[in-house]
C-alpha cells in the first residue's frame, strides 16, 4: 500500500548498520554501528532519513531528527531486546536506591528510553557511565553489556536487568573453542552482548564499528568474529588479505535480514509507512539520547 510520496534519492540520507543484507550496505550512504548512525542521523541536513536497521534504530533518529521524515525499509524489523525492561522494575528501584541513575542500552523501546537517565551504545557505555555524577547505576536490558561496563569501572554499583540478545547470548566458550581448533592462530573479537565466558577468551571485546577497527590496525591476519556475520561484509572490504570466520554458521539476526533491497527500493517508490513517536514519549527519550551524544562524544 502507498503511504507516502515517492522519495528523490538526492533528498534522503540512507543509513545501515553493519548487520543488513551486503546489497544494502553497499547501497547506502553510510554504515556504521549504532553510536555513529545516531549522530549521522542528527547531524544530517537532508530532509528523509531511510534507516536500514531494526525499529529502536528508526525511532531514535525520529526522536533526535522530529522534523525529519524517518523511513524503515522492513517496519517488522524488531530487536528482540528492546522490551526485555519494564516500567515498573525502573519505578521499583528509583524508590528503593539512592542517588541512581537508570542507563539504558539503545537496543530498546522508545517508551524504556523515556523512562531513562541516559542512553548509551556498546561503543560509548564505559565513557557515558564514567561521567554520570551518580554513585549507583541500574543498567538495562543487557545484563551482558552491563557486565563488561561494571568490571571496567569498580568505583561504580551496578545493579543489573535481566534482558539479553537472544543470538549472542546463544555463543558459548566450547563453540569458541572448537572454532579456535579449526582456526589455531585466528584472535577472537567479540561483541560486549556475548557472555562472560566467551568475552574472558577474546583479544578485543567491542561494538561492531570497534571489532572493524581493531582488525584493520592488527598486525594479525586471521579473526574469529563473535558477532553477527553481517559484519563480515565491512572486515572483508577494509581488510582484503585477512582471513575472518564467524564463531558460528548461524551467527545471525533474522529482523536485521528483513532489510533486503527489494524493501529499500519500495521506500523509494513511496510505499513506505513513515516512523512516529508521540510527542510525549519522544520529549523525554531525547533527553536521555542527547545527553548521550554529549557524554559520549
Ligand atoms: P553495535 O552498536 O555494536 O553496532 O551493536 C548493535 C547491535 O544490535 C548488536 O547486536
Ligand atoms: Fe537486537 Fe541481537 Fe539483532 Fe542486535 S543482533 S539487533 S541485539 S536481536
Known sequence: MRTSQPIRREDALVLAHYYVPDAVQAAADFVGDSFALARKAKESGKPVIVFCGVSFMGESAKILCPEKQVFLPAADAHCAMADMASEEEIRSMRETVPDLAVVTYINSSARLKALSDVIVTSSNAVKVVSRLKEKNIYFIPDKNLGAHVAAQLPEKKFYFGSGYC??????????????????????????????????????????TAGIISYAEKSRADEFLVGTEAGTLYELRRRCPDKKFYVTRSTFLCEDMKKITPEALECVFAGEGTPVEVPERIAAKARIALDRMLELGA
Do not use: F, K
Open 166 to 207: 537472544p543470538i549472542h547470548n546463544a555463543t558459548t566458550a566450547e563453540e569458541v573453542r572448537a572454532a579456535q581448533g579449526a582456526h589455531p592462530n585466528a584472535l577472537l573479537l567479540a561483541h560486549p552482548e556475548c557472555p562472560e565466558a566467551v568475552r574472558a577468551l577474546a583479544a578485543y571485546v567491542g561494538s
